[in-house]
């Protein structure tokens, strides 16, 4: 099993900036993709960003990228997201999450979140 914790969340002027961190612990060696994903109220969750273990590619949603940059270290064990420019549509609760192999499956797992809010 796989634990995370998020930090870096809060509020933000639109324009700002904010980086969220996660530490992920336990059977770290099992993941396989590790990143963020995000809810805002009433709707429906969304990935934003992922960084691949094996090779480090990185993936963004279309709504944040340019504007956002994940990077990993510690082996991809501890992950950062930089979040510029940020707009009130940003706001949302931000999980931290993985990718993790169980008995030869991909299963996807996440912590608690934290919250963003950016205002106008």
């Known amino acids: 099993e796989v634990q995370f914790v998020e930090s870096g969340g809060g509020l933000a002027q639109a324009g700002g900036s904010l980086t969220l961190s996660c530490a992920a612990s336990?059977?770290?060696?099992?993941?396989?993709?590790i990143g963020w994903f995000r809810q805002a109220p009433g709707k429906e969750p969304e990935g934003v960003s992922c960084?691949?273990?094996?090779?480090?590619?990185?993936y963004y949603s279309n709504t944040v990228k340019g504007r956002f940059t994940i990077s990993g270290d510690n082996a991809h064990s501890t992950v950062h997201l930089q979040m510029n420019s940020l707009k009130p549509e940003d706001t949302a609760v931000y999980y931290c999450?993985?990718?993790?192999?169980?008995?030869?499956?991909?299963?996807?797992?996440w912590g608690q979140g934290t919250q963003v809010t950016v205002s106008s």
């Open positions: 960084i691949s273990i094996s090779d480090s590619k990185t």
């Open positions: 999450c993985a990718l993790v192999l169980v008995g030869g499956m991909e299963k996807g797992s």
């Open positions: 336990g059977f770290t060696k099992d993941i396989n993709a």
